[in-house]
């Protein structure tokens, strides 16, 4: 299994940056398709952006297509989320999330094995 590890939440005003990492540890993550959800209070998980290991296979959802960029370090075992241009309706917990092998891009929950302890990002109006 493999373990993760988020930081980079915090405050910010609308309009504002914030870059969430993810670190991960484990066995080789050759085949490993990363994920970012993310909770607001009373909702469920919302997936926000996937990429598999090697970088090249990226997706994003509407809402935050040509906002939010993922990315991956691979020498760091590291995927980062870069948050830009935030609205107060991105206020949420923000997970991360692996699962091992994939043919598509995952946005289902349930279709990741392992998560982070989640980051809390609240963007302020």
């Known amino acids: 299994q493999v373990q993760l590890v988020e930081s980079g939440g915090g405050l910010v005003q609308a309009g504002g940056s914030l870059r969430l990492s993810c670190a991960a540890s484990?066995?080789?993550?050759?085949?490993?398709?990363m994920g970012w959800f993310r909770q607001a209070p009373g909702k469920e998980h919302e997936f926000v952006s996937a990429?598999?290991?090697?970088?090249?296979?990226?997706y994003y959802a509407d809402s935050v297509k040509g906002r939010f960029t993922i990315s991956r370090d691979g020498a760091k075992n590291t995927v980062y989320l870069q948050m830009n241009s935030l609205k107060p309706e991105d206020t949420a917990v923000y997970y991360c999330?692996?699962?091992?092998?994939?043919?598509?891009?995952?946005?289902?929950?349930?279709?990741?094995?392992?998560w982070g302890q989640g980051t809390q990002v609240t963007v302020s109006s």
């Open positions: 999330a692996a699962r091992r092998g994939y043919s598509h891009i995952y946005t289902n929950k349930d279709e990741y094995d392992s």
């Open positions: 990429i598999n290991w090697s970088g090249k296979m990226t």
């Open positions: 484990g066995r080789t993550f050759s085949d490993v398709f």
